[in-house]
């Protein structure tokens, strides 16, 4: 089971209507390939198929991440951290903000981190006020939570 909100869902479902939509260009390169004739010196020909099994294989990822996939619905509830909450907290004099989202959906860089992250399972549970101690690569770091939306 993994954790997505409503946009993720969204992409991925987009992404896998797509790569369905592109298994009808591969298979026409397929046949274009067979019709220049010998396949075992085909580049064309290898090129197409291996281009079908990465397409396939990510469209049966995709399919079994959306049959998993828990959505994250917001309760109303903004006083303790859960998975979908947007937190705000301070460490060493410096704010920042970050969304709980699950693992497929997580983006450090844009402030995304997955429940299962060690900072996401820290602020889990916790509420506004509360000093969270974070064991990280770079050692110990402690964060007050500020605020939760």
């Known amino acids: 089971m993994s954790y997505i909100s409503k946009e993720g869902l969204e992409q991925l479902k987009k992404e896998l209507e797509d790569l369905k939509l592109k ?13 220049l004739g010998d396949l075992s010196e085909n580049t064309e020909y290898l090129q197409a198929r291996e281009a079908q099994a990465f397409n396939e294989g990510k469209i049966i990822e995709l399919e ?11 309760s109303g509830k903004n006083s303790i951290v859960q998975i979908g909450s947007v937190v705000e907290v301070s460490s060493k004099g410096n704010k920042q903000v970050f969304t709980i989202v699950g693992s497929k959906e997580a983006n450090p860089l844009e402030g995304k981190i997955s429940n299962e992250s060690p900072l996401g399972k820290a602020f889990l549970g916790h509420k506004v006020g509360d000093n969270v ?15 939760i939306k």
Not at 23 to 35: F, P, T, V, W, Y
């Open 23 to 35: 298994r009808q260009e591969i298979a026409n390169r397929l046949e274009e390939a067979k019709a």
């Open 64 to 74: 079994g991440a959306l049959r998993e996939a828990i959505i994250i619905s917001k």
């Open 133 to 147: 101690e974070v064991e990280t690569p770079r050692g110990k770091m402690n964060y007050k939570i500020i605020s």
